[in-house]
């Protein structure tokens, strides 16, 4: 399907076909897959603008795509449901099959996931609620969707859930004919249940199934199962299970990550039973945050004489950049006007420096709406920085057509910002009986437009780590160059350092690095940019004071958080 920011370029071939079946008024072609094309158009009669849905020419002597598509349209007519993308009419035009739906005004959730590449668990558990609510509904009316994928889900700038395109739709009842091959796997690879792969007879759990993989992708940024071929992708969920999404991203709720497990049992009959089960038990998910403690066993002793904040021997504040983030309402603004589409869990997330309900509306809208918020007025708190712009699109062919333009951001002219494919960045305790301080999380450091995503240290029961000196993260550069490292610090108050070194490899030794400018500090999170003007080849963030932190125990509180780490590279 051609991206949105074809819509304006040439309309498509017309000749005289204006005005299809004398009601519909064709205004621009806005995408074209492997099947049809997409128009959006004026409904005359209704005078309302229309999704117009038209098989391409050269399908239109093939019966058996024919009568596919016009069976999708007399299978969503049948839905009426306020998360399934509506179908108002079909008929024939020139001897090619037209479908009029819905226009939907938003993104499609392959699209949201290409910009935001994680959602936090809130949004994913509201996402994941709707398309449950629509397949309960499809499998209620006779239908298995067989092809539930981001690309078929829309996300609209209210809020809204759709799940759309049910072109191979199955009826459940097995009256009607399949109009598909017994050696065809129908739907996409990467989102195919076992049974699928397998060409047994199909239910409803098929495509909870399906839907399990999307809220898996959107949690870990990836999809669990992926392979050289679509054949060694689709084989994979036959030969291995998921990698534990508690691994991949420890601070997520149990329940939600256990519940999406059990979704992707390779066994239908321990999965939940229909859609209407699974989101009950989304809507039902406790969002608090796990207990995580990853302090040794015998935790390092605690300094003799700590330094206490308001103590005449703190360090004075530096010159180096410390930007708290916007303080946000504690309560979310109201982004459904159906009540029964929003979740009514309440936010219990206050080891985040911004409320998760807030955090929610940035993300599902962040890439839809452009919020200008503005920063306290005092001269030491301003907005945080503009995150980099999204790579290409990578689209399905037949993905649904939405429309909303995305406005790509520019960084500024005199610096490169670096992406997370060109700086690598690890975990480094030099001063630890280990040496390791939750290395499999430091790439989370790395800037992703969510705080969501960060390292964090072990949780200490002295802010000060006791008898270590700090604990931190040295980011290698792709080359010797200098610019500047900005990058929030999620917990406080804190007392971070940072270091460089031109060196080859990174030195072993605190002491072998050159410190950069002093100590930077602060009582709230906030950002942090260094100004590096020396050529380097690495860099250390060095934490010497760790903030409170809710998701690790009494015993011990205490834990430093990093995110949104990036390298703005002078040109």
Not at 208 to 229: D, H, I, W
Not at 364 to 380: C, E, H, T
Not at 488 to 515: C, G, H, K, M
């Amino acid at each position: 399907m051609a991206s949105l920011n074809d819509s304006h370029g040439t309309p498509g071939q017309l000749d005289d076909a204006q005005v299809l079946a004398d009601r519909y008024h064709l205004d621009r072609r806005v995408g074209q897959g492997g099947m049809a094309e997409v128009w959006v158009a004026i409904d005359k009669q209704l005078d309302r603008r229309v999704a117009v849905k038209w098989l391409k020419s050269n399908l239109a002597t093939d019966a058996v795509v024919a009568e596919r598509f016009r069976r999708e349209a007399i299978a969503v007519a049948r839905l009426n449901h306020p998360n399934i993308v509506s179908v108002h009419d079909v008929f024939e035009h020139d001897g090619r099959q037209a479908v009029v739906m819905q226009l939907v005004e938003g993104r499609s959730l392959r699209q949201v996931l290409d910009s935001q590449k994680r959602l936090g668990p809130e949004l994913t558990i509201h996402i994941g609620a709707s398309v449950a609510a629509a397949l309960g509904a499809a499998h209620a009316a006779g239908f298995v969707h067989r092809d539930v994928k981001p690309g078929n889900i829309l996300v609209t700038e209210d809020g809204r859930v759709l799940l759309t395109d049910f072109g191979i739709a199955k009826g459940l009842d097995g009256v009607d004919e399949d109009l598909t091959s017994d050696n065809v796997m129908m739907g996409t690879a990467k989102y195919l249940s076992p049974e699928q792969v397998r060409g047994h007879k199909l239910d409803g759990r098929a495509d909870l199934y399906s839907l399990a993989l999307v809220l898996y992708e959107c949690l870990a940024g990836r999809v669990p199962f992926l392979g050289q071929s679509d054949a060694d992708t689709a084989l994979a969920r036959l030969q291995r299970d998921p990698t534990d999404l508690a691994h991949l991203r420890p601070t997520l709720p149990i329940n939600l990550v256990n519940l999406i497990h059990r979704t992707l049992a390779r066994n239908p009959t321990h999965r939940p039973a229909t859609g209407g089960e699974l989101r009950q038990e989304l809507m039902s998910v406790d969002t608090t945050p796990p207990l995580i403690d990853g302090t040794p066993t015998e935790p390092p002793a605690p300094r003799t004489q700590p330094v206490r904040p308001g103590e005449s021997g703190r360090l004075p504040r530096v010159t180096t950049t410390v930007t708290p983030p916007p303080v946000e309402a504690t309560t979310p603004p109201q982004l459904f006007d159906d009540p029964s589409l929003a979740s009514a869990r309440p936010v219990r997330r206050p080891w985040l420096p911004i409320g998760l309900a807030a955090s929610v509306v940035v993300l599902l809208l962040g890439a839809l709406i452009v919020s200008n918020r503005d920063a306290d007025s005092s001269s030491n708190v301003s907005p945080l920085p503009a995150l980099t712009s999204a790579p290409a699109v990578e689209r399905d062919s037949d993905d649904p057509i939405i429309l909303k333009d995305v406005e790509d951001s520019l960084s500024p002219e005199t610096q490169v910002v670096m992406s997370s494919t060109s700086i690598d960045v690890r975990a480094w305790d030099p001063y630890g009986d280990n040496g390791s301080e939750n290395d499999a999380q430091a790439p989370l450091a790395i800037a992703d437009g969510s705080r969501d995503t960060a390292w964090s240290t072990e949780c200490y029961s002295d802010k000060y780590l006791g008898a270590k000196p700090g604990v931190g993260l040295v980011i290698s550069l792709p080359e010797l160059s200098n610019g500047r490292l900005e990058f929030e610090t999620l917990n406080a108050p804190f007392q971070i350092e940072v270091y460089r070194t031109d060196a080859v490899e990174p030195p072993l030794s605190l002491e072998s690095w050159t410190q950069i400018g002093s100590m930077s500090y602060g009582v709230d999170p906030g950002v942090v940019a260094v100004p590096v003007n020396e050529a380097s080849t690495h860099l250390a963030v060095w934490l010497k004071e760790l903030g409170p932190d809710d998701a690790c125990s009494s015993a011990n509180p205490y834990r430093g958080r990093i995110g949104e780490l990036q390298w703005l590279m002078n040109s």
